[in-house]
T-cell receptor, first 111, second 114 residues
């Protein structure tokens, strides 16, 4: 069964704006990861945040993790047209060697 | 970064035939590989976990006799869709896990069964 579940929303924003998407999950995790997928392509790993971390940055990406609420958010600052893609969170649970993916958020950045 | 390849990238087959998809880790050894299936505008659904030299572990609801997985070496896993039907049409993605626990995803294979 899929553990990570994003809010099933599509985002359409203007270039330069920030994009925020959320992810919720159901069980304890070892880490949570965010991936990007361009249409019809494979997944690109963006960032990993461990269960003992609350916030992590990577370039224009900012990820937060709230283990008490079992939720995470991904913020893309100063969006670009090239950021147009689907974004998935995936959880890696303790003792579980598998990633459980959420539904994904489709982000469209309008030039 | 590590590279995982899939072959073919696209395949069209007739109903009732079998199709084999290869997943290779090109610059690292992967003791574990994973096969996912993705429907249009949907998320990835884990089908099975493949460990080198042993039988694959299938997720609930995935028919092991229909989706044959062979992890023959530390760099190659294959998924064979047997007696394919139109409902098997999907995007199949593999991933390979390195010794540090990091997963790398292949570019996917688009299967269309006519």
């Amino acid at each position: 069964s899929q553990q990570g579940e994003e809010d099933p929303q599509a985002l359409s924003i203007q270039e330069g704006e920030n994009a925020t998407m959320n992810c919720s999950y159901k069980t304890s995790i070892n880490n949570l990861q965010w991936y990007r997928q361009n249409s019809g392509r494979g997944l690109v790993h963006l960032i990993l945040i461990r269960s003992n971390e609350r916030e992590k940055h990577s370039g224009r990406l900012r990820v937060t993790l709230d283990t008490s609420k079992k939720s995470s958010s991904l913020l893309i600052t100063a969006s670009r047209a090239a950021d147009t893609a689907s974004y998935f969170c995936a959880t890696d649970s303790y003792g579980n060697n598998r990633l459980a993916f959420g539904k994904g958020n489709q982000v469209v950045v309008i030039p | 970064g590590a590279v995982v390849s899939q072959h073919p990238s696209r395949v069209i087959c007739k109903s009732g035939t079998s199709v084999k998809i290869e997943c290779r880790s090109l610059d690292f050894q992967a003791t574990t590989m994973f096969w996912y299936r993705q429907f249009p505008k949907k998320s990835l659904m884990l089908m099975a976990t493949s460990n080198e030299g042993s039988k694959a572990t299938y997720e609930q609801g995935v028919e092991k006799d229909k989706f044959l997985i062979n992890h023959a070496s530390l760099t190659l896993s294959t998924l064979t869709v047997t007696s394919a039907h139109p409902e098997d049409s999907s995007f199949y993605i593999c991933s390979a896990r390195d010794g540090r626990g990091r997963q790398y995803f292949g570019p996917g294979t688009r299967l269309t069964v006519t």
